[in-house]
T-cell receptor, first 116, second 110 residues
Framework: DAGVIQSPRHEVTEMGQEVTLRCKPI?????LFWYRQTMMRGLELLIY????????DSGMPEDRFSAKMPNASFSTLKIQPSEPRDSAVYFC??????????????FGEGSWLTVV | GIQVEQSPPDLILQEGANSTLRCNFS?????LQWFHQNPWGQLINLFY???GTKQNGRLSATTVATERYSLLYISSSQTTDSGVYFC????????????FGRGTSLIVHP
């Protein structure tokens, strides 16, 4: 398997613009997570999905952030409008959720977002 | 929610040295994993270890679930071991939300 695939890898955008980050989880994985990493706050869980359904979005910072998972192989995280404080690395991760298989979480390579 | 504390926050080693990284958690867990984030930002799973001991080459990990801690041992460290080591736990009770510690930043000098 190719692993969790994220795009874009790097994005620089101006304040106020819309940003869309994309993720393709590992085939067969039922759980998908969006994390944000900053120096100040470390790795924060923003939202996670189970079988394409959002389960917990309590980590989404504010209404400017939204996430969707229209099917089992694709998810988006959208920021509209973007602000400089949104600059961070955004990781997508997936796992099978089965304890018997070790429940290992696999991360994508991250999307490095800079808002100027 | 569950609290995850890692120590030390920073560690500098000379190549060849051994080290122990610690992860304490505040509540019962179903799952614990150790990750290495390399200097390029990639997060790689090292161990899935909710209890017991595992070894993989120069790395080994031990989790004592009853005492709510896990240890990651790095022996004969190499410069490629540099990066940040994260512990992530999934609280007991059916939630699959992995909660990460703040990590231990390791620098190995040649």
């Amino acid at each position: 398997d190719a692993g969790v695939i994220q795009s874009p890898r790097h994005e620089v955008t101006e304040m106020g613009q819309e940003v869309t980050l994309r993720c393709k989880p590992i085939s067969g994985h039922d759980y998908l997570f969006w994390y944000r990493q900053t120096m100040m706050r470390g790795l924060e869980l923003l939202i996670y999905f189970n079988n394409n359904v959002p389960i917990d979005d309590s980590g989404m910072p504010e209404d400017r952030f939204s996430a969707k998972m229209p099917n089992a192989s694709f998810s988006t995280l959208k920021i509209q409008p973007s602000e400089p404080r949104d600059s961070a690395v955004y990781f997508c991760a997936s796992n099978s959720g089965e304890l018997i298989s070790g429940n290992t979480i696999y991360f994508g390579e991250g999307s490095w977002l800079t808002v100027v | 929610g569950i609290q995850v504390e890692q120590s030390p926050p920073d560690l500098i080693l000379q190549e060849g040295a051994n080290s122990t990284l610690r992860c304490n958690f505040s509540d019962s867990v179903n799952n614990l994993q150790w990750f290495h984030q390399n200097p390029w930002g990639q997060l790689i799973n090292l161990f899935y270890i909710p209890s017991g001991t595992k070894q993989n080459g120069r790395l080994s990990a031990t989790t004592v679930a009853t005492e709510r801690y896990s240890l990651l041992y790095i022996s004969s460290s190499q410069t490629t071991d540099s990066g940040v080591y994260f512990c992530a736990v999934e609280p007991a009770g059916g939630s699959y939300i992995p909660t990460f510690g703040r990590g231990t930043s390791l620098i190995v000098h040649p």
